[in-house]
């Protein structure tokens, strides 16, 4: 199976400090990883690590360097060895064209910004070090996932009213990001999968709902209506997120419990979504689903 197609890097320029401090800073306590990084760079190390200061992941690679105080999302922890955002299931180490990805393309809506100051052998050194940072004994990186064929490719129509039901019915993945259909739809489709429909939603149903993670701090999914999707908005960014997980959180991989046109359903339907994203059309969505009567509250027995 061909991995994931990935959408072009951005043409975003880069400010280097903000991603190379935390990795060059930390050279003078490693002097083994210095000693290959100056063999792949020559004289281009000391240039570029002379005119960094100490930046977002801190100079342990820890996530706390100065400005990750200020940041929201807070800066990856290289010490933990892994990423979010991957080619493998969420919670498994990840491969170099993971950290490589994240270096050409950047997260959108945080402080990892895109850049091309590196050329590919560069890179690839960067990646080494950042590997070395990790705390514990070496592993080996996980298998990629397998992305099946896309079945919706010619009815896009069908697999949105797939996905749109998926979400709302056997994947529940309301109980994270928020709703986007009035709650007597989310009872139909929840019964449609043989699922018990009856009792209260959670409140505030139309909003993101802050879930427990392994970086040290909550996390808020993203409201497709409002939010950036940091891993990359095409189709096939998003139905890799999904099949894979997002690592550390709550978003778990879906790869080996749906079906490919129940997979890519949903990458359709939050493709629709996200193509709305703060338009006149999402508030108008939004808003219609906020103003739906509050339903009674359930007795409580005496």
């Known amino acids: 199976m061909p991995p994931p197609i990935l959408s072009p890097p951005s043409k975003r320029t880069y400010d280097a400090s903000k991603f190379l401090t935390p990795v060059l800073t930390g050279l003078d306590r490693a002097a083994g990883c210095f000693e290959l990084l100056e063999r ?4 281009r190390t000391a240039r570029i690590r002379e005119s960094l200061k100490p930046g977002c992941h801190g100079e342990a690679g820890d996530g706390s360097g100065p400005a990750a105080h200020f940041l ?6 290289f010490r933990v060895g892994r990423l979010k955002f991957a080619t493998v299931a969420a919670g498994s180490v990840p491969r170099d064209e993971d950290y490589l990805r994240t270096i050409n393309r950047g997260l959108s809506g945080t402080a990892m910004s895109a850049f091309n100051l590196l050329n590919e052998d560069e890179k690839r050194s960067l990646i080494l070090y950042v590997r070395g940072l990790r705390t514990g004994e070496a592993e080996v990186p996980g298998p990629a996932v397998a992305i099946p064929e896309d079945p919706w490719i010619s009815e896009p129509s069908k ?3 797939e996905g749109k ?3 709302h019915g056997m994947a529940q993945c309301f109980t994270c990001h928020p709703a986007y259909v009035p709650r007597a739809q989310i009872s139909e489709y929840l019964k449609s999968y043989g699922m018990p429909a009856e009792g209260e939603f959670r409140e505030n149903l139309y909003q ?4 427990e993670s392994e970086w040290g701090a909550d996390i808020t999914p993203p409201n497709f209506l409002v939010d950036r999707i940091k891993a990359g908005t095409t189709r096939e960014d998003l139905v890799r997120s999904i099949a894979t997980g997002v690592g550390g959180t709550a978003m778990p991989s879906w790869a080996s419990a749906l079906q ?4 890519w359903g949903l990458a359709y339907y939050v493709e629709s ?4 994203r703060e338009t006149p059309q999402a508030a108008k969505l939004m808003a219609s689903l906020q103003s739906q009567p509050q339903p009674p509250p359930t007795p409580v027995p005496h």
């Open 40 to 43: 792949n760079l020559g004289t």
């Open 72 to 77: 929201e999302p807070k800066p990856r922890d």
């Open 159 to 161: 697999g949105i009213a």
């Open 165 to 167: 039901k998926l979400y």
């Open 208 to 211: 993101s709902v802050a879930k």
């Open 260 to 263: 490919p046109e129940q997979l």
């Open 273 to 276: 979504l996200v193509r709305i």
